[in-house]
């Protein structure tokens, strides 16, 4: 099934997901299918890894280097392996002249094609179950429960 998805789409499926990624608050799925369409394009033999880059954003104040892949027409980094420190020539530090190619797609089109090709099912969200609670500081009302009609308890002066 996922042979049927050109490669084309894919790269331009992974771009917008990049894209997205690095601007999300919470951005640690679209970096996972990222990886794990990436990997698997590697094994299938339908991307590239080129060499190492150092990164942009070092953890820690230490720099670490990050894995350039090429898919089709486009470039991306994930994380490298041991093996690839052993087996990858380093490229040195990262052009920033170099730009991938500008592509149109919307992020829920470019997650479906990503899921479609790494067979990627979300887990069902149990139903939150709504139970009443009630604030320590919640005072119930006394509107509509005065007695009616009223007792006479009220000196007329």
Known sequence: MEDSIRIGDIAKALFTINRHAKTAPEPQHLYFI??????????????????????????FSNQHSTLLVQVDNYFFHIPPTKEDFKELKHLGALDE???????????SQAKRLIY??????????????????????????????????????????
């Open 34 to 59: 990222k990886k794990e369409a990436i990997t698997r394009l590697l094994k299938e033999k339908r991307a590239t890894k080129v060499g190492l880059h150092f990164s942009d954003h070092p953890k």
């Open 97 to 107: 002249n170099f730009r991938n190619p500008q592509t149109k797609m919307s992020l």
């Open 116 to 157: 479609q090709y790494i067979d990627w099912k979300p887990r069902k969200k149990r139903p939150i179950a709504h139970k009443q609670q009630s604030s320590s500081y919640f005072t119930p009302s006394s509107l509509g429960k005065m007695e009616w009609p009223p007792t006479k308890t009220r000196r007329n002066y």
